[in-house]
T-cell receptor
């Protein structure tokens, strides 16, 4: 069966520290992968998506970056976190080609910046 | 361009009552439409989707939605609310080559 793992579940980091959130998918090949940020009352904001290894598209300019070193691994990073980076980060994957629909979501990482 | 508007950030219903969550969309091409549910501290789960064909779409957990082109709506309904339906619900639209756009969500409270 297809599963998606995202960790850590919660993270508290000081301003200016680095960040690395990891997401892995099992049970599918060559998925489209997505990173979203969810803020209260603001829905989901697409941060990055990837259609293949090493292929990253950024939707929102910011101090975050993403990488896809393997087919089913997607990493969200930052060199220096800002207070505004607090939020709930969701990884997702989908396979419906052109519709770019995220079909399955991880359980998210709640990031708090102090 | 595409957008989605969810009317009501919070909706309360009594257990056993009808659930109606409203979603209106805007799209320059025939859209694909989705409803997702999110339980606390979890990711989103796809409830149902409309792509083409039958305009009444049935999803999991007894939910259904009807695509009404003339009203640009895709409202989510369930005849009888259950306590386990308490969650946040997101409507989303895909129109062409743009990415899926999500609404801001509606939190459903079910009162016993």
């Amino acid at each position: 069966s297809q599963t998606i793992h995202q960790w850590p579940a919660t993270l508290v980091q000081p301003v200016g520290s680095p960040l690395s959130l990891e997401c892995t998918v099992e049970g599918t090949s060559n998925p489209n992968l997505y990173w979203y940020r969810q803020a209260a009352g603001r829905g989901l904001q697409l941060l990055f998506y990837s259609v293949g290894i090493g292929q990253i598209s950024s939707e929102v300019p910011q101090n975050l970056s993403a990488s896809r070193p393997q087919d089913r691994q997607f990493i969200l990073s930052s060199k220096k976190l800002l207070l505004s980076d607090s939020g709930f980060y969701l990884c997702a994957w989908g396979t419906e080609g052109f519709s770019n629909q995220p079909q399955h979501f991880g359980d998210g990482t709640r990031l708090s910046i102090l | 361009a595409q957008s989605v508007t969810q009317l009501g950030s919070h909706v309360s219903v009594s257990e056993g009552a009808l659930v109606l969550l409203r979603c209106n969309y805007s799209s320059s091409v025939p859209p694909y439409l989705f409803w997702y549910v999110q339980y606390p501290n979890q990711g989103l789960q796809l409830l149902l989707k409309y792509t083409t064909g039958a305009t009444l779409v049935k999803g999991i957990n007894g939910f259904e939605a009807e695509f009404k082109k003339s009203e640009t709506s895709f409202h989510l309904t369930k005849p009888s609310a259950h306590m386990s339906d308490a969650a946040e619900y997101f409507c989303a639209v895909w129109g062409g080559y743009q990415k899926v756009t999500f609404g801001t969500g509606t939190k459903l409270q079910v009162i016993p």
